[in-house]
């Protein structure tokens, strides 16, 4: 077995007998356990090959925004509208240009108003729906039933389902219920992968947002209001920290909509995106909201897995919330971080350790690295279950 196959068996094992360990105690005086999966792009091409990753989903051609008079206006405006094409680094420079311009409107470009920039920033959203469905499946809910669409399951996504079903099973036997889930989601993804795989792991009849706490309480989901959604027992955390394409920010807050929308619908109420750029702006009332959701659920984790979330230094903000793990090393002692990607994992350890400056020192929180994709990380954990 390779050097490699190695570590990865033993992250495997150490999985497991960790689960079991924490388990083991869950009725007694320590508070149950809290296991934490923060989800990157690589966990939705986990589920679906076809899910585009950010070089593919953010880079745009001229073309593409044809339809979209207000992006090609500040492509001429700014002195873009010769580009063919603009990659992913040229997006996110397009996106900081129309934050400053939103930010500091006293030196704002003189053909640029909050309007127009407004209307921009909306069609950049819409832009980036239309590409990511064009890509793949985002598993709208069927219009009837609300149930997430029941596709052909892969050997892949069949491992995933199992993996999390087992979890499940693992909690039942130490006792936990219904009352108090082991395992919860932070994402910095948009689409429903998430809900999509609770749904098939719950068994249950319901639609499963019903037993979702998404840091904000929407006021109507698939256009009924949540009092048609009872039982509503809002247990499991899934916090989406960089918005997704059902958040629709309304007078009142925000709704829901996991029903698949026409293109035009779509430009009438775009989702809430934050959508890459060189300074991140997270400053509408959304976030304002889930952040300190989602600090709240990192300290109160035992273990936190990883999955396809490269940490890039853009991200700086997000960063930092995940790095409330631990704010500080007495925090982080007894915690735990599996990190499962499939990148450099060199790479990967050394900004896990900037986040977490004192673990080379202290050794805490416990590191453990699966150099893989995490639908092979989800077989081998079931098969040794």
Not at 90 to 115: A, C, E, G, S, T
Not at 230 to 238: A, I, M
Not at 243 to 265: C, M, N, Q, V, W
């Amino acid at each position: 077995m390779s050097s490699t196959g190695i570590n990865n068996a033993a992250t495997v094992e150490a999985f497991g007998r960790l689960m079991d360990e924490l388990l083991a105690d869950a009725n007694g005086p320590r508070k149950p356990p809290v296991v934490t999966f923060w989800c990157g792009a690589g966990f939705s091409k986990a589920w679906d090959r076809r899910s585009p990753t950010d070089g593919e989903l953010f880079a745009i051609d001229l073309d593409d925004i044809r339809d979209f008079p207000n992006l090609q206006h500040v492509m001429h405006v700014i002195g873009w509208e010769d580009y063919r094409h603009l990659d992913f680094e040229r997006f996110k420079n397009l996106r900081y240009v129309l934050d400053m311009q939103v930010r500091y409107p006293d030196i704002r470009n003189r053909y640029f108003d909050d309007q127009n920039l407004r209307l921009s920033i909306h069609e950049l959203r819409t832009l980036v729906m239309r590409r990511f469905t064009a890509a793949c499946d985002i598993h709208n809910v069927d219009d009837t039933t609300l149930r997430f669409s029941a596709t052909e399951v892969s050997a892949e996504q069949r491992a995933i389902t199992d993996f999390f079903a087992a979890l499940e099973d693992r909690a039942d036997r130490a006792g936990l219920g219904e009352a108090w889930p082991l395992y919860h989601f932070l994402t910095t993804n948009y689409d429903f992968t998430i809900e999509t795989i609770l749904e098939r792991v719950y068994r249950q009849q319901a639609p499963v947002f019903g037993r979702l706490y998404r840091g904000v309480t929407p006021q109507r989901i698939c256009g009924g209001t949540i009092w048609e959604h009872l039982p509503r027992t809002v247990d499991r955390n899934v916090i989406k920290i960089n918005g997704g394409f059902e958040i629709l920010p309304t007078l009142e807050g925000f709704d829901f909509e996991y029903r698949r929308r026409s293109d035009a619908e779509i430009r009438q109420e775009p989702p809430l995106l934050i959508l890459p750029s060189q300074v991140q702006d997270y400053d509408e009332p959304y976030f304002h909201q889930v952040f300190p959701k989602a600090v709240r659920l990192l300290r109160e984790t035992d273990v936190l897995v990883v999955v396809g979330y490269s940490m890039p230094q853009e991200d700086s903000l997000v960063r930092f919330i995940l790095r409330q793990l631990a704010e500080s090393p007495h925090d982080a002692r007894g915690k735990h971080v599996f990190v499962i990607d499939t990148k450099n994992h060199a790479t990967i350890k050394s900004r896990l350790e900037e986040m977490f400056f004192y673990l080379p020192r202290i050794g805490w929180p416990r590191e453990h690295y699966y150099s893989g994709r995490f639908e092979d990380f989800c077989a081998q954990v079931s098969g040794g279950a």
